[in-house]
C-alpha cells in the first residue's frame, strides 16, 4: 500500500483526533501525551486530549501523521529529550552513563485493521526524513524485543519492535527492561 504522510499540527488535528477517539482514546486513553513533559493528565482522557491539542495549537509537538487514501490511519512521534523527557524505564535509563540523544522517537500507533501492513515503517521513515531536515544527529528509539520473547497475550508494542528500528540501522546501545532495549542510530543531516 501506499501511504502519504503529514505533520500533526493544527490543519490535520481532526485527522489525528478521528483516529486516536476510533481507538478508545488509545491505550485506555493516553492521547499520545506519556512522554511530553507534563506527562498524562491526573483528569484522565479527557485531559490528555485537551493537553496533547494545546500542544498542537502552540507548535509544541513534532508527530508525523500516516495516511491511507485520505484516512489516518497512524503515527510517529518525535522530538528532542527536553520535548520529549518521559520515557518508559526511567531509572534504568539514567542509571547508565551515556549522552543524551540529540531525537527520541517516542510512540508508534497504528490502526487496528492496518497492523502489519507497513504503517508503522512509513511513519518511522517521515520521521527520520523530518530529523534529517533539522539536522539530523543521534537518534534514540525505545522499542521492545520480540525475538527469544514467549507471545504478549493482548500487548500492543507501543514504542515499536527491535526489528523495525533495524531496518533504518538503529543498533542496540543497552537493555532497560527485560525486554526493552535503547536503540542508536546517527541520522545525518538533509
Not at 513534532?62 to 497512524?74: F, H, I, N, P, S
Not at 531525537?103 to 523530518?130: M, N, P, S, Y
Request: proline share 5%; net charge neutral; charged share 25%.
Amino acid at each position: 500500500m501506499d501511504y502519504t504522510t503529514k505533520p500533526l499540527t493544527s490543519q490535520t488535528w481532526e485527522d489525528f483526533a478521528a483516529l486516536v477517539e476510533a481507538h478508545n482514546g488509545v491505550w485506555g486513553g493516553c492521547w499520545c501525551m506519556g512522554f511530553h513533559p507534563e506527562g498524562f493528565s491526573a483528569d484522565g482522557a479527557a485531559g490528555n486530549r485537551e493537553a496533547k491539542r494545546a500542544h498542537v495549537m502552540a507548535g509544541t509537538v513534532r508527530q508525523v501523521l500516516v495516511y491511507a487514501d485520505d484516512e489516518c490511519v497512524g503515527w510517529c512521534q518525535y522530538g528532542t529529550p527536553a520535548e520529549l523527557p518521559n520515557i518508559k524505564n526511567r531509572k534504568a535509563y539514567d542509571g547508565a552513563d551515556a549522552d543524551l540523544p540529540t531525537w527520541r522517537i517516542g510512540c508508534i500507533f497504528t490502526a487496528g485493521k492496518h497492523r502489519g501492513q507497513g504503517v508503522a515503517r512509513a511513519a518511522v521513515t517521515a520521521a527520520l526524513d523530518a530529523i534529517r531536515l533539522a539536522g539530523g544527529g543521534v537518534v534514540e528509539a525505545y522499542p521492545e524485543q520480540t525475538e527469544e520473547r514467549p507471545p504478549q497475550r493482548g500487548a500492543y508494542l507501543h514504542t515499536g519492535p527491535e526489528a523495525l528500528y533495524e531496518q533504518f540501522g538503529f543498533v542496540r546501545d543497552r537493555r532497560i527492561a527485560k525486554w526493552r532495549w535503547v536503540m542508536r542510530a546517527v541520522v545525518p543531516a538533509a
